[in-house]
C-alpha cells in the first residue's frame, strides 16, 4: 500500500519498521528531517514537507505528541488537508482530544478525504513487535482500507464505532481508569503504612488477589521501590491527558468524581516538584497529605 | 490440635471443613443451630455455646460478619476471653475494622490469651477448596502454632507483622482499592457511553490490556456491560459496611482518602435511589444516573 507517515519519534519509528517489513510503499515525514535516517535505511522514502509525505499516498498516518502538533501538521498551509486526494485516509493513531478529533474529521469530510483516528495501547517496544492493541473508529470503508496497516502493526484491533471520536473517548477512558488506580493504590499504600505494614506485603496482596493486572503490577512496584526517576510518563503528562479526560467529560456532561480527585493528586504532586518524575509519586503526595513524608 | 471454630456461613463452613480434613480435634458453634448441622455426624463436637466451644481449646477461629458479632462472642458474658484458657488463640478471620481488632487483643491479653488477625482473601468456593490467600498478624510464637490451620485453609500466606491491627489493615486498603476500582469503571463506562461507544469496547480495551487478569475488572466490568447486578455477589450493603471500617481506620490513623470517599459518596447514593440489596457493579446504574443516562 502507498503510505505516508508524519511523526517519527519512537513509536512512530517502530511502525514504520513493522509496515516496510510487510513490503508497503512508505514515505515519511518529520519535522527534525535527522529522525528519519534510519526509517530511510529500512527503505523508506524522507520527504521533505508534509505535502510530499501526502503526494500519491492511500493513507496518511500522522503520530504526533499533542493537540497543536496534530492540528498544525493536519490544517496549516501546505498541510494534510490541503495535500492529501480525495478519497484518501487520514490515519491518527496518536492519543487526542474528542474536540481535536472531531473537528480535524469535519475538515477533512469538506475536502472530501476520510478520517480514522486509531489511537494506539502499549509501549515503543510494543509497537517494534507488531503487539499493539489498536482502537479503531471512522467510516467503515475507511477503516477497512487500514486493516492490513491493523494486521501488521497490532495483535489486536478493537472497533470502537463509526465517528473518529469514538476511538479518542474510548482510549481515554482507559487511560482515566489507569490515573485512577494509582490514585486508589497510592491510598492504600499510606493507610497500611500508617499501620506499621511494608508497602511490598500490600503489593503481593492486592496483585496476588483482586488486582493481578499490568496497571497494578507496573506502578504499584514503581510506588514500592519510590522509582520515581526511571520516568516512563511524567506527571505533567498525565496532568494533559486528563485535563483531556475532563474537557470530553464537560462536553458530554458526566461528572467523573474519582477523577476530579486524582487530578487534585497531580497537581500536588506538580506543586512539589514532581511534575518530570513519573506519575506514580502520586503514591508519595498521597503519603505526604497523611503526614508521613 | 484442638480447634474450635465460630461462624459457620458460607465461608466459614468451608474453612471448617477443611480444617476437619486435616484430622484436628474440631469443635463448632453457631448462633442459629441450624448453621451446625452439617457437621452432625462427622467427627466435629458441636458446641452448645462460646463458652462450651472454647473451655479446652487451644485455637478458637472467628469468622463472622459483623463487628458487633465477634465483639459479642469475644468480650460479652461467656465469650471467649471469659471461657478460653490462658495461653489460647483467638485467631480472628472475619473482616474486622482495626478499633475492634485493638479491643479483642486488649481483652485477650488481659486475660492470658493471644489474638492474632488472619483476614481472608478469596470466595466461599475457594473456602471450600483450601484455596484461600490468609493474611496473619500478630506475635509471631502465636502465628507459628497456627501455621498447620494456615496451610489446610489457604494457598498463599501474606505475614502482615507482629501486630494484629496490621492485618485489617491491610484487608481494609485491599477492599478500598476495589471500591475505587468500582467506582472507576462506573465512570468511565458512562462517559464513553455518552459518546455513543457501547460499553462493551472499553470493556474489552481493558481487559485486554492494563487491566489484564485483574478479577476486580474482569468480573465487576462484566457486571457493568451485561447490567446482570440482580445477581448478587457482594451487595452495596456490605460494600457500605466495609467503607465504614475503612474510613473509620483512616480516621484512626489519619489518612485522607479522596478516591474512596468518592465510592462511598456513590453508595450512598445508589441506597438513596433503592439499590441497597443489589450487586455493588450497581454503582454503574447510580453514576450513569448522575450523568443523565438513566
Not at chain 1, 493513507?59 to 496534530?70: E, H, K, R, S
Not at chain 1, 467503515?140 to 465517528?163: D, I, T, Y
Not at chain 1, 506502578?219 to 483531556?244: C, H, P, R
Given at each position: 500500500?502507498?503510505?505516508?507517515?508524519?511523526?517519527?519519534?519512537?513509536?512512530?519509528?517502530?511502525?514504520?519498521?513493522?509496515?516496510?517489513?510487510?513490503?508497503?510503499?512508505?514515505?515519511?515525514?518529520?519535522?527534525?528531517?535527522?529522525?528519519?535516517?534510519?526509517?530511510?535505511?529500512?527503505?523508506?522514502?524522507?520527504?521533505?514537507?508534509?505535502?510530499?509525505?501526502?503526494?500519491?499516498?492511500?493513507?496518511?498516518?500522522?503520530?504526533?505528541?499533542?493537540?497543536?502538533?496534530?492540528?498544525?501538521?493536519?490544517?496549516?498551509?501546505?498541510?494534510?488537508?490541503?495535500?492529501?486526494?480525495?478519497?484518501?485516509?487520514?490515519?491518527?493513531?496518536?492519543?487526542?482530544?474528542?474536540?481535536?478529533?472531531?473537528?480535524?474529521?469535519?475538515?477533512?469530510?469538506?475536502?472530501?478525504?476520510?478520517?480514522?483516528?486509531?489511537?494506539?495501547?502499549?509501549?515503543?517496544?510494543?509497537?517494534?513487535?507488531?503487539?499493539?492493541?489498536?482502537?479503531?473508529?471512522?467510516?467503515?470503508?475507511?477503516?477497512?482500507?487500514?486493516?492490513?496497516?491493523?494486521?501488521?502493526?497490532?495483535?489486536?484491533?478493537?472497533?470502537?464505532?463509526?465517528?473518529?471520536?469514538?476511538?479518542?473517548?474510548?482510549?481515554?477512558a482507559n487511560n482515566f481508569m489507569l490515573g485512577c488506580a494509582l490514585g486508589a493504590m497510592s491510598e492504600g499504600f499510606s493507610l497500611v503504612r500508617k499501620f506499621g505494614v511494608a508497602p511490598q506485603v500490600f503489593y503481593e496482596v492486592m496483585t496476588e488477589?483482586?488486582?493481578?493486572?499490568?496497571?497494578?503490577?507496573?506502578?504499584?512496584?514503581?510506588?514500592?521501590?519510590?522509582?520515581?526517576?526511571?520516568?516512563?510518563?511524567?506527571?505533567?503528562?498525565?496532568?494533559?491527558?486528563?485535563?483531556?479526560?475532563?474537557?470530553?467529560?464537560d462536553e458530554a456532561r458526566v461528572p467523573l468524581p474519582s477523577g476530579n480527585a486524582f487530578r487534585d493528586r497531580l497537581l500536588s504532586a506538580i506543586a512539589h516538584g514532581g511534575g518530570d518524575k513519573d506519575w506514580a509519586i502520586v503514591a508519595r503526595e498521597q503519603a505526604r497529605a497523611s503526614g508521613i513524608e | 490440635m484442638k480447634v474450635g471454630f465460630i461462624g459457620l456461613g458460607r465461608m466459614g463452613k468451608g474453612m471448617a471443613q477443611r480444617i476437619l480434613s486435616g484430622n484436628h480435634d474440631l469443635a463448632v458453634y453457631d448462633v442459629f443451630p441450624k448453621a451446625a448441622e452439617d457437621f452432625r455426624g462427622t467427627a466435629a463436637r458441636i458446641a452448645s455455646s462460646v463458652a462450651d466451644l472454647a473451655k479446652d481449646r487451644e485455637v478458637v477461629i472467628t469468622m463472622l460478619a459483623e463487628d458487633s458479632a465477634v465483639r459479642d462472642v469475644a468480650l460479652g458474658a461467656g465469650g471467649l476471653s471469659a471461657s478460653l484458657p490462658k495461653d489460647a488463640i483467638h485467631m480472628a478471620s472475619g473482616t474486622y475494622g482495626v478499633e475492634t481488632i485493638r479491643a479483642l487483643e486488649a481483652a485477650h491479653t488481659a486475660a492470658g490469651q493471644t489474638l492474632i488477625a488472619v483476614p481472608v482473601l478469596g470466595r466461599p468456593d475457594l473456602a471450600a477448596s483450601g484455596q484461600l490467600g490468609v493474611i496473619p498478624a500478630g506475635p509471631e510464637e502465636a502465628i507459628a502454632r497456627c501455621e498447620p490451620l494456615f496451610q489446610l485453609i489457604s494457598k498463599r500466606i501474606f505475614y502482615a507483622g507482629t501486630k494484629p491491627e496490621s492485618g485489617s489493615a491491610i484487608k481494609l486498603a485491599n477492599n478500598a482499592v476495589l471500591g475505587c476500582a468500582i467506582t472507576a469503571m462506573a465512570e468511565g463506562f458512562s462517559l464513553v457511553r455518552k459518546f455513543g461507544v457501547d460499553p462493551r469496547v472499553l470493556y474489552d480495551v481493558m481487559t485486554e490490556g492494563l487491566f489484564a487478569g485483574g478479577v476486580a475488572y474482569v468480573g465487576y466490568g462484566k457486571t457493568m456491560v451485561e447490567r446482570s447486578w440482580d445477581k448478587v455477589g457482594s451487595p452495596i450493603t456490605i460494600g457500605m459496611k466495609d467503607a465504614h471500617l475503612i474510613a473509620a481506620a483512616a480516621a484512626a490513623a489519619k489518612v485522607p482518602l479522596p478516591s474512596h470517599d468518592v465510592y462511598v459518596q456513590r453508595l450512598l447514593g445508589s441506597i438513596a435511589h433503592g439499590d441497597a440489596d443489589l450487586d455493588q457493579a450497581a454503582l454503574a446504574k447510580e453514576q450513569a444516573r448522575a450523568a443523565g443516562l438513566e
Open positions: 500500500m502507498k503510505v505516508g507517515l508524519i511523526g517519527l519519534g519512537r513509536m512512530g519509528q517502530a511502525l514504520a519498521a513493522r509496515m516496510l517489513g510487510d513490503g508497503n510503499d512508505l514515505v515519511v515525514y518529520n519535522r527534525t528531517a535527522e529522525k528519519t535516517a534510519e526509517t530511510v535505511k529500512a527503505g523508506a522514502t524522507a520527504a521533505t514537507s508534509i505535502a510530499g509525505a501526502c503526494k500519491d499516498r492511500e493513507v496518511v498516518i500522522t503520530m504526533v505528541t499533542g493537540d497543536p502538533a496534530l492540528q498544525e501538521v493536519t490544517l496549516k498551509a501546505g498541510g494534510i488537508r490541503e495535500s492529501l486526494e480525495p478519497g484518501a485516509v487520514h490515519l491518527c493513531m496518536g492519543t487526542h482530544s474528542v474536540a481535536q478529533i472531531k473537528a480535524l474529521a469535519a475538515a477533512h469530510a469538506e475536502a472530501r478525504q476520510l478520517m480514522v483516528a486509531a489511537p494506539v495501547l502499549g509501549r515503543p517496544d510494543a509497537a517494534a513487535a507488531g503487539q499493539l492493541g489498536i482502537v479503531a473508529a471512522g467510516p467503515e470503508s475507511a477503516v477497512a482500507m487500514c486493516e492490513p496497516l491493523f494486521k501488521v502493526m497490532g495483535r489486536r484491533v478493537f472497533h470502537a464505532g463509526l465517528q473518529p471520536e469514538h476511538a479518542a473517548i474510548t482510549k481515554l488477589s483482586l488486582f493481578a493486572a499490568p496497571a497494578y503490577k507496573v506502578y504499584g512496584k514503581i510506588m514500592v521501590d519510590e522509582s520515581f526517576d526511571k520516568v516512563g510518563f511524567t506527571t505533567l503528562l498525565a496532568l494533559k491527558d486528563f485535563n483531556l479526560i475532563m474537557a470530553a467529560a | -
